[in-house]
């Protein structure tokens, strides 16, 4: 049926700060979802307290509302605004929940507002875990044996019935929060207690686990007249056991057969058909036993997911876009394939290539944490991959995690014998698909490490053909190389570095020559959802070697690239030519969603100034990697040989790299040294301020205090320094995010342990040792310069005392307790910095304050963390502004700034050291947090400012 008229004003609720297992995809889903709505002239109305989203953007909504996620916040909405209904589908469990808590307090009916998308009691159907089993029992779906507890001691009972091994699940939480494996009793008592606490109705399922059976996701939509589509089946690399969050998975799925396919998509079709008031997007998991194909229903998400973002990216389908819509009333066949923008949106996407994802794990800053892999998601993020093969897009995975990989291989590291990785095999952990490498490597069998892991002997022969390329170029050196393999190994997505560190053999650049003479490059290939069946109109790419012949000739076979460069004028877009953005690649702590924002708006900013935006990047779950933010999408690794090679192709006037964060950065020197143009801040500049000695050995010159320091690169130089510039003393690295491995340290021994680390994990690296300051103020600036005026965007003041990282202080907007001299001197000494760096665009400078005195600590001469938040708190488009400024399109000089915040803004930031049991929750030098809230307050009487300020003074104290 067509749109319900009279839904006029939608309330969206969004799902709050970033924590592992509900993350950015959220905020995708619900800037789609707004953008959706609002194309049809419905008012969009948006609660969220997370203030570096693009969802909480004002462009994004007609009101914006950064409040707390709480019935209280609600009902002021409510209150101030005209609403009709309510979508709580695209916030995650959070919105789910809340909308829920809202109905059981009359608060909806109070108002006469309706929820739209789903109900209450489909939410209770598919969240409360006895009535999702009772349900699938009606319906005659197969399901584990299990009971659900309300206590402990039913708990116990239902457990000594069902038998070992079980899995807790409680009822109504996101990521597996709270819930765990149980392999035997003497691990039950603590199981069951978690389980319990993390409920919000103090209810879990005892279930019997179905470890090592197969597992599998589909995601679907369904509409008012009952048509569903299945959009994507998502296989997990892994067995059951592993949370989905954390798990390899692949899409299409690969190791599933047509009988067992289509039973799972008419299961999936049933229990949607019969979900009861219903309408968007829904994510089903399965389990499949891989000996007899029978299947089991695990759960099913009324609502999109992490997942809905994956199968989006993966094919093209905007599902939270059309879920929206559906919400509203129309039915599937009334809406356009987003894609084609000619057929119907009631299809079910074909694809011709492979989609792996990866996830990315920060358990480096948990130390102590346990890092096996179960029920409880610990991926702070993830990254997606296309390739025409499971080989190359598991390697092309592998580049894009940011943590140095090069391929799938440990290269240069030392790998366990053979004994010992078997048995390491057994327990799931987050490297375990690197491990099965070296295993073949050492001639383990593929049947030793299917009995191992569970893992389907596809994936591993897969896995073994990767390390049968490897052992053959290992034969050879640069110059003795044959064709055929260099072709061949191309095809299965190895690097160019790749190979030369297998050969032990010259350079990445060797290769990349090597090839580019014998017609070896990459081609272009569309994201298009149908196969090439129809004819796409979206700009979404991604690379392949496909059209080259590994039996022959490089050049053989019809290279036909999809993605048009059209000469003299760079692309039909604009006569200006294209500029390119670099993404910031996966989440993980110390680089998140805010990195997002800032491209965003980067890319609007580019094609408001009339040029061409380009968007590299390599994370599902963002909205700059959505199919129609940027000109030209390309979805591929933030990895030098990926990028460069889109550089030569496109050849953009210039490439952003302020707005990506540190992964963004270190890509500039050899952009630099290719000759190509970085917009904004050049590369020596932004490289005196990332390099610890060099941009110390500024401030002495400018005459700006700061800690005496002296630099590094082995522990005997380290003590040396450190004598001198007198303990305790602050012991980082260069060219780092988010602290990484910093430490505070007292004396000559752990001084010596700390440098000893930074040496092992960064080699090379130059280390600064510096004087801490401890007792002291910290406080930092965000500016724009654009090479004549100065802007202070804010200016924050850390609650928290010295030594806290600020990514992990409470923060406030503008400062509360700074003197008017120590403020402004604070913003003088940030202009002496940015002129004498020739800052174009963004910078961010950290300062101490002790004794009257201002010290600088550090400056990033890219887009920060508290970018957006200052942005969100003052209500100026600022990433936008300061965009203009890096293409020079716009002189500060001719805007004017009107900071419309009246009282003060607070920076929260959250943990998710529920998810590590046990583990140090002190905070230091090193980030810890996974994301941030904003609160405002009218004055420092406000009751929570006064709760912080007085902990802050507690802690001085001791």
């Not at 209904?85 to 059981?104: C, F, I, R, W």
Request: aromatic share 8%.
């Amino acid at each position: 049926m067509p749109k319900d008229n009279s839904i006029k004003t939608v309330l969206i609720i969004g799902s709050g700060p970033i924590i592992i297992g509900q993350a950015c995809e959220f905020d995708y889903s619900g800037t789609q979802a707004a953008r959706s709505l609002r194309e049809e002239g419905v008012k969009v109305i948006l609660i969220n307290s997370n203030p570096a989203t693009i969802m909480t953007d004002p462009m994004m909504a007609d009101r914006v509302y950064l409040l707390p996620l709480t019935v209280e916040s609600i009902e002021q909405i409510l209150e101030e605004n005209q609403i009709d209904a309510v979508l709580p589908t695209m916030g995650g469990q959070t919105a789910l929940n809340l909308a829920k808590e809202a109905n059981e307090l009359g608060v909806w009916e109070k108002y006469g507002v309706r929820l739209i998308g789903v109900d209450i009691k489909a939410i209770d159907k598919a969240e409360d875990r006895e009535l999702f089993r009772q349900w699938m029992i009606r319906l005659g779906i197969a399901v584990a044996p299990a009971r659900t507890a309300n206590s402990f001691l039913e708990g116990k009972e239902f457990a000594q019935e069902i038998g070992f091994p079980l899995v807790i699940r409680p009822s109504y939480t996101l990521g597996g929060t709270g819930g765990g494996f149980v392999l035997n009793k003497e691990f039950l008592d603590d199981a069951l207690d978690r389980g319990l606490s993390a409920s919000p109705i103090h209810e879990v399922l005892v279930e019997k686990a179905v470890l090592g059976w197969k597992e599998f996701e589909l995601e679907l939509l369904r509409d008012d007249a009952d048509n569903v589509a299945i959009i994507c089946t998502v296989e997990n690399f892994d067995p059951m056991g592993v949370h989905t969050g954390d798990s390899i998975t692949v899409a299409p799925a690969m190791t599933l057969s047509d009988t067992a396919f289509q039973l799972m998509r008419n299961t999936a079709i049933r229990m949607m058909r019969d979900l009861g008031n219903f309408a968007g997007g829904c994510n089903v998991q399965f389990a499949l036993n891989p000996a007899t194909e029978e299947i089991i229903a695990i759960e099913i998400n009324p609502r999109v997911s992490r997942s809905s973002a994956l199968a989006s990216k993966a094919t093209g389908y905007p599902i939270a876009k059309i879920a929206a819509k559906l919400a509203i009333g129309y039915n599937l066949d009334e809406l356009k394939n987003q894609i084609t923008q000619s057929t119907s949106a009631y299809f079910e996407p074909t694809l011709d290539y492979v989609i792996v994802k990866v996830p990315r794990w920060n358990f480096d800053k948990f130390k102590g944490a346990n890092d096996t892999l179960g029920l409880q998601m610990k991926s702070v993020g993830e990254v997606m991959s296309i390739g025409r093969s499971f080989t190359e897009a598991i390697q092309k995975a592998c580049q894009s995690l940011e943590n140095e990989a090069v391929g799938l291989g440990y290269y240069g590291k030392s790998m366990m014998r053979s004994d010992e990785i078997v048995e390491y095999l057994k327990t799931p952990k987050w490297d375990r698909i690197f491990r099965i490498k070296d295993a073949l490597m050492m001639g383990v069998s593929v049947k030793s490490i299917c009995e191992a892991t569970r893992i389907d002997r596809w994936f591993i022969y897969q896995i073994q053909q990767i390390v049968n390329i490897e052992k053959k170029i290992a034969q050879y050196n640069r110059q003795s190389l044959p064709d055929d393999l260099l072709i061949e190994a191309k095809h299965n997505g190895f690097s160019d570095e790749q190979i030369c560190r297998i050969m032990k053999d010259g350079k990445d650049e060797d290769i990349y020559e090597r090839r580019k003479k014998m017609g070896l490059t990459r081609v272009y290939k569309m994201v298009d959802t149908c196969a090439a069946e129809f004819e796409a109109k979206t700009p979404y790419f991604y690379s392949s070697f496909e059209a080259h012949s590994v039996s022959g000739n490089a050049k053989a076979g019809v290279v036909h690239n999809e993605s048009i460069v059209h000469p003299g004028s760079a692309t039909s877009k604009s006569a200006k030519g294209s500029v390119l953005v670099l993404g910031s690649g996966p989440n993980r702590i110390g680089q998140g969603i805010e990195f997002d924002y800032c491209c965003v708006h980067g890319l609007l900013a580019i094609k408001e100034c009339g040029y061409e935006a380009i968007m590299v990047n390599c994370n599902p779950e963002t909205v700059s990697t959505d199919f129609d933010i940027a000109d030209k999408l390309y979805f591929e690794p933030v990895f030098w040989e990926h990028l460069w090679e889109i550089v030569e192709y496109e050849k953009p006037v210039g490439v952003i790299v302020q707005l990506g964060g540190q992964t963004a950065l270190k890509l500039a020197k050899r952009l630099h040294e290719k000759g190509i143009r970085i917009i904004g801040t050049s590369f020596d500049n932004m490289d005196i301020a990332e390099d610890r000695g060099r941009f110390s050995d500024l401030l002495k010159e400018l005459g700006i205090p700061y800690p005496n320091y002296g630099t590094a690169y082995d522990a005997d130089d380290a003590i040396e320094v450190a004598k001198e510039v007198g303990y305790p003393v602050l012991v980082r690295p260069s060219y780092v995010l988010g602290g990484q491995r910093m430490r505070i340290v007292l004396n000559d021994e752990e001084l010596e342990k700390g440098v000893l680390s930074l040496l092992k994990h960064l080699p090379g690296n130059k280390i600064l040792i510096d004087h801490f300051l401890d007792r002291c103020q910290e406080a930092e600036v965000d500016a724009i310069y654009d090479g004549e005026t100065f802007h202070v965007m804010g200016v924050m003041e850390h609650i928290e005392p010295a030594g806290i990282h600020s990514g992990d202080s409470h923060a406030v907007l503008p400062a509360f307790n700074l003197s008017p001299l120590e403020v402004t001197t604070m913003e003088f000494y940030s202009e002496k910095i940015a002129r004498s760096l020739d800052i174009r665009g963004l910078i961010n400078i950290q300062f101490a304050i002790k004794d009257g005195v201002v010290y600088v600590i550090e400056a990033n001469p890219r887009a920060s963390r508290t970018t957006p938040f200052i942005a969100k708190a003052y209500q100026i488009p600022y990433l936008n502004i300061a965009t203009k400024v890096m293409l020079e399109e716009v002189k500060l000089k001719d805007l004017t700034f009107k900071k419309n915040l009246k009282g003060f803004a607070i920076k929260e930031p959250v943990f998710s050291f529920d998810k590590f049991p046990g583990v140090n929750k002190e905070l230091g030098p090193e980030m810890k947090s996974t994301g941030e809230a904003i609160r405002f307050i009218k004055d420092l009487r406000d009751p929570y400012f006064r709760t912080l300020y007085k902990e802050r003074s507690m802690h001085l104290s001791k």
